[in-house]
């Protein structure tokens, strides 16, 4: 199964990933010489278009979605591309597909379309020839609404392509600064021996986003921020926190260690999150409607969620874990926050000193930065008293690393399924993990009637998500 694609099928091409990611990604792949000259492109989707129109389209979105700079090439990228029209549902079309993709060896397949259609687009390859031995399956999510749903998915995808040709997507494990989180745990002597709960009294991990729903009316209201963002992104960076170390970077080793980590996670009760929903506010200095005005109904959907989360194993024993995520927010940042205890004896106390503990800042974006809070003594004769104060060790990644492009994830993940390596991607028992813990917060949610509170966009949430953290003493940190 170790092979390089030498043709990529888009599914879902005409659509808004397709123009703002996966098109993009790809032309600044060949820009960049990191594709085989020979690699094929060929978009389907129901629009009813020829060659020349699907490289029309894709050129728009080039000029769109892509930095001038980066488009160098754009003429030979395009020649790549091909175009088949298909109604996905039905077997009929797939046969002038298959036609259209030359036969089924070395071939790559990107699922990006509604999970309803993953199983007629399965047995649809299955009936042309386009699933066997030689052939990968990328899976865009969501994967299911729910564990059961999932695994129909999964068996759906199952019947067709064996786990070691299917590449689940999660674009979160596609970004240079989550993989970087493996790096300076398990690159750096420092932190391994301290990473554990004796040293850590809590762990944060924010994504917050300014943007509302984006037009995504029908999905995001069937899903929710649990199920779009806790699920996936969030469960993949918790479980790279918190795992142990892998003993290879290889995709066995790592998704071993991190599928632990999920299935240790302990069952929520619905008290220990927290839900929202915004209302009206502003954003960025700009008015916004709230959510259901942007809906055009009411809704019970959460737009903003907090979780206190626990992973019970050896490690992380009584270490929470805090969990956020929401739209509408005051401003776009992913982060996590690693907060160590206090040192167990001042020297400077009889000083009237105070030590405050170490934290370590990891900026996943849109600032990628590492920042280390430690104390120092304040400059001077301490004739009155020794002074302490908390200074960053800062690392700027984009500093660190000047002259080196900054990738978008789809530009790592399609390389990698084209050239077959499943390290960032997600396995099938990580995803059911993901979705067992997930399905008893919404069964907890159900039986005990909880629904979201309002908060005012550009707010970090309801109030209570304030106090999730503040009864165990814990701020969240928002600067
Ligand atoms: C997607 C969610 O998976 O991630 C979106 O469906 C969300 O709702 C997006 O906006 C966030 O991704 P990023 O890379 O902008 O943080």
Redesign the pocket.
Known sequence: MSFTADRLLLFGATGDLSQRMLLPSLAALHADHLIHPDLRIIGTARSDMDDAGFRNFAREALEKFMPAERRSGMGEFLNRLSYQPLDATTLEGYEDLAAKVGDGQGLAIFLSTAPSLFEPTIAGLQHAGLAGSDVRIGLE?PLGTSLETSCEINDAVAAAFSEDRTFRID??LGKETVQNLMALRFANILFEPIWNATYIEHVQIT?A?T?GLEGRVAF?DDAGALR??VQ??MLQLLALVAMEPPTDFDATAIRDEKVKVLRALRKVEGSETVTGQYRGGAVNGGAVPGYDEELGKESDTETFVAIKAHVDNWRWKGVPFYLRTGKRLPERV?EIVIQFRCIPHSIFGSKGAKAQPNRLVIGI?PDENVTLHVMAKVPGLDRDGIRLRQVPLNIAMPDAFSGKTRRI?YERLLLDLIEGDQTLFVRRDEVEAQWDWIDAICASWDSSGITPKPYNAGTWGPSAAIALAERDGVSWHDE
């Open positions: 999510k674009h979160y994504v986003e943007v995001y779009d963002m996936n992104h992913t974006q994830a």
